[in-house]
C-alpha cells in the first residue's frame, strides 16, 4: 500500500486528492496535460464558474486547506429571478444563516490547492505531460512530454484517473477490460460571458445572489467575482429556430436575441457581441460507467467516472466528497483492490443520483420557477422544515447544506416530498389557504424521522 501514487490531472479533484494521499505520508507524483495555470492565464470562456456548497466545505475542511480558500468565496444567499420585465424576485436557499452557497473561480481555486500542495508536502506536478497509452496487462502507462517531444513510460500501478470527462484512462478501461460506459450529452450548450464591475469596482447587481433569468427553453445565470465582474454563463439550445447558438452567427443576431429576451443585462454588458463572437460553445453531458477500476492498477476518480451537468452546482462538490470518501477507504482497507471496489460500491449510488438531480434541476431553473406554485412550494417547504425538523428538510437543502445525508437519500426522499408538496399546493393559492392539521398529518403519516440532526452547519 506504500507504492508511490501516480495521479493523472493536476485540476481540482487531482489536486485536493494529492493533498489527502500527502497527509497519509504517500510519495504523490501528479501529471498534467495543460501548462501550469499559475503561470499562464485559462481560455477565455473554457469552464463554467463554481458554487462550493457544504459538501465541498467538508472535504476542503480534512484536508487542512479551506482556510486558504475562504477569502475567495462570495456568499449567495439565494436565487435572483429576472422576469422579462425587469421585475425581480428573490427566492432564499435556506432558512437559516449558514444556508448559503458560494460563488468561486475555477483558476483561483486550483491555484490555491496547488499552492497548499507544493507548500505543505513538496509536490510538484508536472505540465504539459500527456497519457497516451495504458496496458494494464503489462503495468505500464506510457507518457509524452509535450515540452521535449519524447515519450517515457513508467509502472502503472497504482494510479488515480483525474483526468476529467473526457479520461484516457476511462477509454482504456472500456477498450481492454470492457467496462461499459454511457455518455449522454444535452443539446445545449453553454457560453461564457462578462458582465463588467462598476468604475468603482463595485458589483453592479446583487452580490450575494446567483442571478438567473429564466425563459423557458433557455437561461442566463450570473456568478459574483471578487474583482466587482459577474461571470454571466447562457445556457441555449445548439440549433433548431431562431433561438439558438447556431443562429447567433453575427452581432445583429446577438444583439436582437439579448435586446428581445435579457433587455436589462444589455446596458451593462458593452462587449456583449465581441464576446460572444470569441467565445466557444461549450458542451454539458453526464456519464456513466459500469466499473471505475481495474483492480489494484487504477480507479476513476471525479469527472472521470461520473461527469454531471452543472445545474445543481455540485459536480465540484461531488468530486471533493469523492477525495474525501477515498482517502478514508485508503486509510481502512488492506490493500488497493479492496479500496477502490469498496469505493466504487458506495459511491456509484449517490453519484447516480446527484446526475438525475442535476438534469431534474435544469428544468427548474430555466421554467419551473415561473410557475406561481413554484414559489409557494418553496414556502411551504420552509413552513414544513420548521414545524417538522426531525423529518422535512428541502431536497435542496438535503443537497447543499448536509453533506451527512447521502445523495442517494436526498434524492429518494425528495421524491416523497415533492409528491407531499404538490399534493398540498394543488388546491390553495397560498400557504394560509392549507389546513395546518392536513399538513402535520401527511408529514408525520408519509416522513420517518432523519437518522442525522437537521441543524448540521457549515
Keep these: 500500500m506504500k507504492r508511490p ?5 493536476a485540476g481540482l479533484t487531482g ?6 494521499l500527502a497527509r497519509q505520508g504517500r510519495q504523490v507524483l501528479v501529471y498534467e496535460r495543460r501548462p501550469d495555470l499559475r503561470k499562464v492565464d485559462m481560455d477565455a470562456g473554457r469552464s463554467i464558474n463554481l458554487a462550493l456548497a457544504d459538501r465541498g466545505i467538508h472535504a476542503l475542511r480534512e484536508a487542512g486547506v479551506f482556510a486558504d480558500v475562504e477569502p475567495l468565496l462570495i456568499p449567495m444567499r439565494g436565487r435572483m429571478l429576472h422576469a422579462p420585465d425587469g421585475t425581480l424576485t428573490f427566492a432564499p436557499y435556506g432558512q437559516r444563516p449558514h444556508e448559503v452557497i458560494h460563488s468561486v473561480s475555477r483558476p483561483g481555486l486550483n491555484r490555491v490547492l496547488l499552492d497548499h500542495a ?45 483526468d476529467g470527462a473526457g479520461s484516457i484512462v476511462r477509454r482504456a478501461m472500456t477498450g481492454q477490460l470492457g467496462v461499459r460506459v454511457r455518455e449522454d450529452l444535452l443539446d445545449h450548450g453553454y457560453k461564457e460571458l462578462t458582465l463588467p464591475a462598476g468604475r468603482d469596482g463595485s458589483h453592479r447587481i446583487d452580490r450575494n445572489a446567483l442571478h ?20 454571466v454563463t447562457l445556457f441555449l439550445a445548439l440549433k433548431g429556430g431562431t433561438d439558438c447558438f447556431a443562429a447567433l452567427d453575427s452581432r445583429s443576431t446577438i444583439d436582437a436575441f439579448f435586446a428581445r429576451h435579457f433587455p436589462d443585462v444589455v446596458p451593462l454588458m458593452p462587449g456583449l457581441a465581441r464576446e460572444f463572437l470569441e467565445h466557444p ?34 459536480g465540484m462538490n461531488a468530486c471533493f466528497e469523492d477525495c474525501f470518501e477515498l482517502d478514508r ?33 435544469f428544468l427548474e431553473m430555466r421554467d419551473t420557477v415561473r410557475d406561481p406554485k413554484f414559489m ?11 414545524r417538522h425538523p426531525e423529518r422535512f428538510i428541502p431536497r435542496y437543502s438535503m443537497v447543499m447544506f448536509h453533506h451527512e445525508i447521502p445523495y442517494r437519500v436526498a434524492f429518494e426522499r425528495g421524491r416523497v416530498q415533492g409528491e ?3 399534493r398540498l399546493t394543488d388546491e390553495a393559492d397560498s400557504l394560509a389557504g392549507i389546513p395546518v392539521a392536513q399538513m402535520d398529518a401527511l408529514v408525520t403519516g408519509t416522513l420517518d424521522p432523519l437518522p442525522v440532526s437537521p441543524a448540521v452547519g457549515n
Aim: net charge negative.
Design 118 to 162: 507544493q507548500r505543505h508536502y513538496g509536490i510538484e506536478p508536472r505540465f504539459l505531460q500527456a497519457a497516451r497509452a495504458l496496458d494494464f496487462e503489462r503495468d505500464e502507462l506510457v507518457m509524452l512530454d509535450e515540452v521535449s517531444g519524447d515519450t517515457y513510460q513508467k509502472p502503472l500501478a497504482p494510479l488515480i484517473a483525474a
Design 15 to 20: 489536486a485536493l486528492m494529492a493533498i489527502y
Design 420 to 422: 407531499l408538496l404538490t
Design 376 to 386: 409557494l412550494r418553496k414556502e411551504l417547504s420552509f413552513e414544513l422544515e420548521r
Design 329 to 361: 477507504l485508503l486509510r481502512s482497507a488492506g490493500d488497493w483492490k479492496s479500496a477502490f471496489d469498496r469505493f466504487f460500491q458506495l459511491r456509484k449510488p449517490d453519484t447516480d443520483a446527484i446526475a438525475a438531480m442535476a438534469l431534474e434541476n
Design 5 to 9: 501514487v501516480t495521479i493523472l490531472g
Design 281 to 314: 460553445v461549450g458542451r454539458m453531458g453526464t456519464i456513466h460507467a459500469d466499473a471505475w477500476s481495474a483492480g489494484e492498477a487504477a480507479v476513476l476518480l471525479g469527472d472521470a467516472a461520473h461527469a454531471i451537468v452543472p445545474f445543481h452546482g455540485q
Design 212 to 231: 438567473i433569468w429564466p425563459r423557458g427553453g433557455f437561461m442566463l445565470i450570473a456568478l459574483p467575482n471578487i474583482d466587482g465582474s459577474f461571470t
